[in-house]
């Protein structure tokens, strides 16, 4: 499949003097939307237990209870 895409690419890139990333990476990385799912999965969470009388400073400081602070404090 790479094969059909690959040369259009470099003369693309050739063409806007833009060099094209490796195509395969040197050193593993972790990919985003494991962090995104996790955020997600915690902010579900503090979501969930927010209807059951915790007050925001007992919560863990996740970007929905900081947010709910920011607004508080208005």
Avoid at 43 to 64: C, F, L, R, Y
Wanted: with cysteine; hydrophobic share 40%.
């Amino acid at each position: 499949m790479r094969q059909l895409y690959e040369g259009y690419a470099e003369a693309l890139g050739d063409y806007l003097c833009m060099p094209l990333p490796p195509w395969m990476a040197d050193q593993p990385h972790k990919d985003n939307w494991l962090t995104v799912a996790r955020l997600r999965a915690q902010t579900e969470a503090a979501n969930s237990s927010s209807g059951k009388g915790i007050s925001v400073d007992d919560q863990p400081h996740t970007i929905t209870t900081l947010v709910v602070m920011i607004i508080h404090d208005f």
